[in-house]
């Protein structure tokens, strides 16, 4: 059975930065593509960033581009989201995610395994 954990989140001032880290187990990622969501309390599950299986395609929400960096080490099965110029609006709980689909959607439900969640946490 799949599972990803998530870790790194905390509370940052505007403008700091802080490292997420997924770690998957019981499956190798290398042919599955991953992603990181958000979710704010009372808002819908936002796709924030997304990586294909070889690393080749990659995407952001426009509202994190140029801020976050989403990168995956197929060796160490892990996913990394690193965000910096943090800002209160990237409050959130943020989600690791993993897909069978080549291409990088928007639709949870389309992102077949979960982690648990770390809570990030920006002050003004």
């Known amino acids: 059975q799949v599972r990803l954990v998530e870790s790194g989140g905390g509370l940052v001032q505007t403008g700091g930065s802080l490292t997420l880290s997924c770690v998957v187990s019981?499956?190798?990622?290398?042919?599955?593509?991953m992603a990181w969501f958000r979710q704010a309390p009372g808002q819908e599950r936002e796709r924030v960033a997304g990586?294909?299986?070889?690393?080749?395609?990659?995407n952001y929400a426009d509202s994190v581009k140029d801020r976050f960096t989403i990168s995956r080490d197929n060796t160490e099965n892990t996913a990394t989201l690193q965000m910096n110029s943090l800002k209160p609006e990237d409050t959130a709980i943020y989600y690791c995610?993993?897909?069978?689909?080549?291409?990088?959607?928007?639709?949870?439900?389309?992102?077949?395994?979960w982690g648990q969640g770390t809570q990030v946490t920006v002050s003004s």
């Open positions: 995610a993993l897909s069978d689909y080549a291409l990088l959607t928007d639709t949870p439900s389309d992102w077949r395994s």
């Open positions: 019981g499956r190798r990622i290398e042919a599955y593509s």
């Open positions: 990586i294909s299986w070889s690393g080749t395609t990659i």
